[in-house]
């Protein structure tokens, strides 16, 4: 069975600094690969995903985020946070050709501060 | 567009009351799923349905029950409800297509006195 770890529960950050939110899955076979952002009292939004092809994503607001298969990783970072940024982030692994049974990590809260 | 409609958003249940979380969307989606989030666990599958009829169980699927009689609708119940059961749940759907994203609902926060 595929797992999602995310290492860090809480990254505190400046306005306009650069943030890195980590995941990392695990999995035997291929993978599609989400992130999701959930703003407070809200359900959950894709934020972008990876699916196949080019290994770098992009979301509308800046966000990125890059596949690494031999690191089993799929990192999301921003160059330049802002406090609407403030959210939690989940991480999540679908795998490759089953029923869209998604697996998610446990979050990480990302608390933009002036 | 109403997405996915989640009722009602808040409840308070008693031990051993029972009750029924309502899920309904307007996207024919095929796959329709429960979660619920608890600090520090992130989200953890309960119940989904690829379709009309068919269900299956998720990673935490004791004490709830569900039944797919309609594309549209996927309830929740909880039977007889216990503390452990204090979450925020939440419904998600999609199509069966794979890749395609999940869309969720607004939650339900319950709680179990």
């Known amino acids: 069975a595929q797992s999602v770890t995310q290492l860090d529960s809480q990254v505190p950050v400046f306005e306009e600094a650069p943030v890195e939110l980590r995941c990392n899955y695990s999995s035997s076979v291929s993978v599609y690969l989400f992130w999701y952002v959930q703003y407070p009292n809200q359900g959950l939004q894709l934020l972008l995903k990876?699916?196949?092809?080019?290994?770098l994503v992009e979301s509308i607001n800046g966000f990125e985020a890059e596949f690494n298969k031999s690191q089993t990783s799929f990192h999301l970072r921003k160059p330049s946070v802002h406090i609407s940024d403030t959210a939690e982030y989940f991480c999540a692994v679908r795998v490759a050709g089953t029923a869209s049974k998604l697996t998610f990590g446990t979050g990480t809260r990302l608390q933009v501060t002036l | 567009n109403a997405g996915v409609t989640q009722t009602p958003k808040f409840q308070v249940l008693k031990t051993g009351q029972s009750m029924t979380l309502q899920c309904a969307q307007d996207?024919?989606?095929?796959?329709m799923s429960w979660y619920r989030q608890d600090p520090g666990m992130g989200l953890r599958l309960i119940h989904y349905s690829v379709g009309a009829g068919i269900t299956d169980q998720g990673e935490v699927p004791n004490g709830y029950n569900v039944s797919r009689s309609t594309t549209e609708d996927f309830p929740l119940r909880l039977l007889s409800a216990a503390p452990s059961q204090t979450s925020v749940y939440f419904c998600a759907s999609s199509y069966l297509k794979l890749g395609t994203e999940a869309f969720f609902g607004q939650g339900t926060r319950l709680t179990v006195v």
């Open positions: 996207m024919n989606h095929e796959y």
């Open positions: 990876y699916l196949s092809g080019s290994t």
